[in-house]
C-alpha cells in the first residue's frame, strides 16, 4: 500500500488561517479551534468548495465549543457546572454525545479516566469559574455520578458540586464530528488534526504519521502506519502551573485527587474514534506509569508510553501498538 506522511502534531508557523490547493487536486484548509491549531488534508476534492467545506468546518467547532468548552462562561457545559440543581436538563446532541462518550472511556479506564475532576482543577488554578468550587478531600463523587437520560437527550449531576471537565476528550470529539461531516460530502480519503488529535480516511492508502519528540532533542521519536484509525496524545509537560510551591501537571489521578507531579511522560493511542483515543490517552496517563503498559495489554488498548529527560528517551509499547509500527 502507498504511504502519505503527517506530523503529529502537525506544526504551523504562519499566523493566518488557509485554505489551499494544489494542481494533484489537494486541499488543505487549516483554522483555529480550543485554542490550538486544526488541519485538514483532502487529497480528493473534486468539484466541491474548499471554502465551503472550511466555513462548515468552523461552524462544527463553533457549535462544539458552544456546547463543552469550560473556557467560554456561556457554553452549555459552564452553565451545567454553575447550577446546583440535581434535575435532568436538556443538553445539545454535542453535549450529550461528548459526555456518552466520556463515560464510555470511563468505564475503559476502571474510572482513571473522569470528567468530574473540574473542580480540582479550578482549585489548583488550570482554569477559573466563578462558582464557588467544593474542597473535597475525596471522592464523594465520580462519573457515575453523571446520569444520562436517552428518552429525552438530558443530563443530570446527582451533586450539585460537580464540575464537569471535557477537556481531555473534546479535541478528539471534534475530530470525529469533521470526519463525518466529510464522510458524508462523500469524501473519503484526508487526515483531520485538532492539535495533535488525529483522524485518517482512505480506501487503501495508509498515513505514515511522525510524532513529535517532546525533548525538543529531535524532530520526532516515532513514525507510525494508519490505516482508517485515529491517534491522540497527552503529555504531562504540555499544561502545567506551579500550585504550592511545586510545578504539577493538568493530569489528575481521579482516585487519589492529587495530580502528576512528573513532567516527562507522554502517552499515545490508537483506536477507531478519536476520541476515545483522546479519552484513553489522559485515562492512561492518571495511572502510575509503572502500569500504563501493562493495563493496555490487559486491555487490548493500541498505546506507547515515553518517559523522557533532557539527555534520554525511554518508549514501552502495548502489544497492540507494535502492529501500527510498520506498514506491512
Do not use: W
Request: contains cysteine; proline residues 1%.
Amino acid at each position: 500500500m502507498k504511504s502519505k506522511y503527517f506530523s503529529l502534531p502537525i506544526l504551523l508557523f504562519t499566523s493566518f488561517f488557509l485554505v489551499s490547493c494544489n494542481k494533484d487536486n489537494k486541499s488543505y484548509i487549516s483554522g483555529s479551534a480550543f485554542g490550538s491549531i486544526y488541519h485538514v488534508s483532502i487529497n480528493d476534492i473534486k468539484d466541491l468548495d474548499s471554502l465551503v467545506i472550511k466555513s462548515n468546518i468552523d461552524f462544527i467547532l463553533k457549535n462544539i465549543d458552544n456546547s463543552a468548552s469550560n473556557y467560554n462562561p456561556n457554553s452549555e457545559i459552564s452553565n451545567f457546572n454553575n447550577s446546583n440543581t440535581n434535575s435532568y436538563t436538556i443538553v445539545s446532541s454535542n453535549l450529550y454525545n461528548i459526555i456518552s462518550e466520556a463515560k464510555n472511556a470511563s468505564i475503559l479506564t476502571e474510572g482513571f479516566f473522569d470528567i468530574t475532576i473540574g473542580d480540582i482543577k479550578i482549585k489548583k488554578g488550570f482554569y477559573v469559574n466563578t462558582k464557588k468550587t467544593s474542597s473535597r478531600e475525596n471522592n464523594i463523587f465520580t462519573y457515575k455520578d453523571i446520569q444520562l437520560s436517552e428518552d429525552s437527550s438530558s443530563i443530570r449531576k446527582r451533586n450539585g458540586l460537580i464540575n464537569v471537565d471535557l477537556s481531555g476528550i473534546a479535541k478528539g470529539y471534534a475530530v470525529d464530528i469533521i470526519y463525518n461531516y466529510l464522510n458524508s460530502m462523500n469524501i473519503s480519503d484526508f487526515v483531520i488534526n485538532i492539535g495533535g488529535e488525529i483522524r485518517t480516511s482512505s480506501m487503501n492508502n495508509t498515513q505514515k504519521i511522525y510524532i513529535d519528540d517532546p525533548s525538543k532533542n529531535s524532530q520526532y521519536i516515532e513514525e507510525i502506519f494508519l490505516l482508517n484509525k485515529s491517534i491522540a496524545s497527552s503529555g504531562t509537560y504540555i499544561d502545567s502551573v506551579n500550585y504550592e510551591g511545586k510545578e504539577i501537571s493538568h493530569i489528575i489521578n481521579p482516585k487519589t485527587l492529587e495530580n502528576i507531579s512528573n513532567l516527562n511522560i507522554l502517552v499515545s493511542v490508537i483506536h477507531n474514534k478519536c476520541s476515545i483515543a483522546d479519552a484513553l490517552a489522559t485515562g492512561l496517563l492518571a495511572m502510575d506509569a509503572n502500569d500504563i503498559i501493562k493495563y493496555s495489554n490487559m486491555n487490548n488498548i493500541a498505546s506507547m508510553l515515553v518517559i523522557f529527560d533532557d539527555s534520554n528517551i525511554e518508549k514501552f509499547y502495548s502489544e497492540n501498538f507494535t502492529k501500527f509500527l510498520s506498514a506491512d
